[in-house]
């Protein structure tokens, strides 16, 4: 590595960002974001819309492209080299707002397809493991069903088991309760808070600041593009030092 | 009663006319009752205008033409065929023609369109370009003047004395394309057996394979297999033959060819405008299809670090052929209509043959009107086999 590291956490970190930014034409949509995340650790990322933090989760296994800086994940840095980009996103689930399920498949084939076609597992052990996770969300009995026979909140259920059936390491969250009903949130965020108390290691952009702080080891609060502040939630949601934060927390947390 | 139990279903409140006239099920009614009775209308008056006129006439109605004996030649038949034959005969024979020349159009019309559409989203600029080139030369120019366009090219192609000769293998000249082709042996009916077979065994390798996958989780490739089985089969069979090899090369005598087989002009015009024509549309239908596919589609498969090839057979194509099939249906329908235009380059489909029938016999609404069941019915088919073709690819939401 040319970076010289900075004073970090004494673990190495599984996922370690370090100054990247990203224009789309001449807009700059990231600012110089630096973020290392350690193995288990849960990392919750929030902040206004527009403000890059999705679009910052998205380059960690390349649905978006960063044009400066370095991304790692385990060591292994993110370019355009084929076999890396391969190799990183067997590391890293993700889960996305809209569920993403493939509406053409039923639920177990949704969540064999990985196993089988990227980690060449015999179909009957693909389907014990999808049939092991779906029992994880709860939802063994919806197996045979296609996805938009089902709610939204088990919708999202699959898809989170959808992304464990290739046995990730690293779980990306991309706002994964904005597109439900209120009533089906808390059924997402219980399998979540499951996940994490299992050392899942987890990056979760959500308004969700409840779920912030009885899960999260770390708070990154974004506006603009850039990494305003972070740190643990107790000091994040207890003392913000910067105005941005405040102003934000001030208005989220009045609903 | 409707008092005491407002909200309980029981008999229906007493209407008064006034309520049946604002009544929207009442209008709905009325308005369809109105509208079948006009068209009856119409249709009776057309029918007996039409007798009426025949009969002022004297020309003779129903089907018995049909019987009679047509005295004309046809210039490509693809059933045995002459001028002793009846009409009924005759009119088979065009749509033979008409058959044949859509069937082939279809094909090269989708394998291009195909090409065509993907090459529309393809990220290479030149490709792309080209593409939206192409698309937008072959659908916006008149289906007509193409085909005629086509026919003037080869028309205008040198006599068979100076045919543009293909690599020694065949010669494009004003008379059509004409081609080697094996001299007939009693080997090429068993080599069409093994072809069939060879694929029929292709396609039991290929689940076989599928199977295999599933109980092991190995990929197997059955591409080269499956070639190799296509081509092999029928190979064998030719060398148990003894190799016939004699081939039949077609050899410039007189006027003409001999030896070889040839396509008409006519065919290879009307077949070349019909199905370019076609390419574009399809070729929109196809890029439609792929970018209906949402983005969030790919980007989960990537994020299961889907291969870029399985991503399109596993996710993209069931997805985008939902959207393509019903479009395409009625590309292949145009198609075969679009074939009548034959007739402006004398190539003998059925609205050709239908008109000589009709000029010779009179019989002019009887030609018409078989004219038009057989069109109609050739269209219901192919449009009954690609719904049941859409159902299978169809994606259940209840």
């Known amino acids: ?255 | 009663m409707t008092d005491a139990n407002p909200g309980l279903r029981g008999k229906r409140p007493r209407r008064s006319p006034k309520d049946i006239l604002y009544s929207e099920s009442f209008r709905t009614a009325v308005y369809q009752i109105a509208l079948a009775a006009a068209v009856a209308l119409l249709g009776f008056y057309l029918y007996q205008n039409v007798v009426e006129n025949l009969a002022r006439q004297n020309i003779a109605t129903g089907f018995g033409f049909l019987e009679q004996v047509s005295q004309f030649e046809i210039g490509e038949t693809l059933i045995a065929y002459s001028a002793r034959d009846t009409y009924g005969r005759a009119l088979a024979v065009g749509l033979m023609n008409t058959l044949s020349v859509s069937a082939a159009g279809i094909v090269v019309a989708t394998v291009i369109g195909f090409s065509v559409g993907i090459a529309r989203v393809s990220s290479n600029w030149l490709l792309q370009r080209l593409a939206t080139a192409y698309v937008e030369i072959v659908r916006n120019i008149p289906v007509i003047l193409q085909v005629i366009f086509w026919a003037a090219v080869i028309r205008n192609l040198p006599a068979p004395r100076q045919a543009v000769e293909l690599w020694g293998l065949g010669f494009l000249s004003n008379r059509g394309l004409t081609f080697a082709m094996p001299s007939a042996h009693a080997a090429h009916l068993w080599m069409l057996a093994a072809l069939g077979a060879g694929i029929a065994l292709a396609i039991l390798a290929s689940h076989k394979a599928k199977r295999h996958r599933e109980a092991t989780g190995r990929y197997i490739d059955m591409l080269w297999p499956c070639v190799g089985l296509i081509v092999g089969l029928p190979l064998l069979v030719w060398l148990g033959f003894g190799a016939p090899h004699e081939i039949s090369f077609p050899e410039r005598r007189g006027f003409n060819f001999a030896g070889g087989a040839t396509i008409s002009p006519e065919f290879v015009a009307l077949m070349t405008g019909i199905s370019l024509y076609s390419s574009g549309f399809i070729a929109e239908i196809v890029r439609a299809g792929i970018q209906a596919t949402p983005r969030g589609q790919v980007e989960a498969a990537r994020s299961i670090a889907l291969r870029p090839r399985f991503i399109l057979r596993y996710v993209v194509l069931p997805q985008a052929l939902r959207v393509i099939v019903p479009p395409l249906t009625s590309q292949y329908v145009s198609l075969i209509k679009n074939s009548s235009i034959a007739v402006v380059i004398g190539y003998p489909d059925l609205v050709n043959i239908g008109n000589t029938v009709m000029n010779q016999t009179g019989q002019a609404v009887e030609a018409i009107a078989v004219m038009m069941l057989v069109y109609l019915i050739v269209s219901l088919a192919t449009s009954l086999l690609m719904n049941l073709y859409n159902r299978l690819v169809a994606i259940k939401e209840r």
């Not at chain 1, 934000?248 to 009045?254: A, E, G, S, T």
Request: with cysteine; aromatic share 6%.
């Open chain 1, 1 to 255: 590595m040319t970076q010289s590291a900075k004073p970090g956490p004494s673990a190495d970190p599984v996922i370690r960002m370090s100054h990247v930014s990203k224009w789309y034409g001449h807009f700059q949509v990231l600012h110089d974001v630096s973020l290392d995340v350690r193995k288990g650790e849960r990392v919750v990322v929030c902040g206004p819309s527009g403000s890059g933090k999705s679009t910052l989760i998205r380059c960690i296994n390349r649905l978006e492209v960063h044009q400066s800086g370095q991304i790692f994940v385990k060591g292994l840095e993110m370019t355009d080299n084929v076999k890396n980009i391969d190799t990183i996103r067997r590391h890293i689930g993700m889960v996305f707002q809209n569920f993403n399920l493939f509406p053409h498949l039923t639920v177990l084939e949704n969540l064999t397809l990985g196993p089988m076609l990227t980690r060449q597992m015999k179909k009957s052990a693909a389907e014990d493991l999808a049939m092991h996770f779906l029992r994880k969300v709860r939802i063994p009995e919806q197996s045979g069903k296609y996805p938009l026979q089902l709610s939204g909140g088990q919708q999202q259920r699959v898809a989170i088991a959808r992304s464990l059936c290739m046995e990730p390491e690293i779980m990306l969250f991309d706002e994964p309760t904005s597109a439900l009903d209120p009533e089906m949130i808390k059924e997402v965020l219980d399998t979540m808070i499951e996940l994490a108390e299992s050392g899942m290691t987890m990056i979760v952009v959500t308004h969700e600041m409840g779920f912030a702080r009885t899960v999260a080891d770390n708070v990154v609060f974004m506006a603009d593009g850039r990494k305003v502040e972070s740190g643990p939630p107790e000091e994040f949601f207890g003392n913000p030092r910067e105005e941005r934060t405040r102003a934000f927390l001030d208005q989220i947390l009045k609903h």
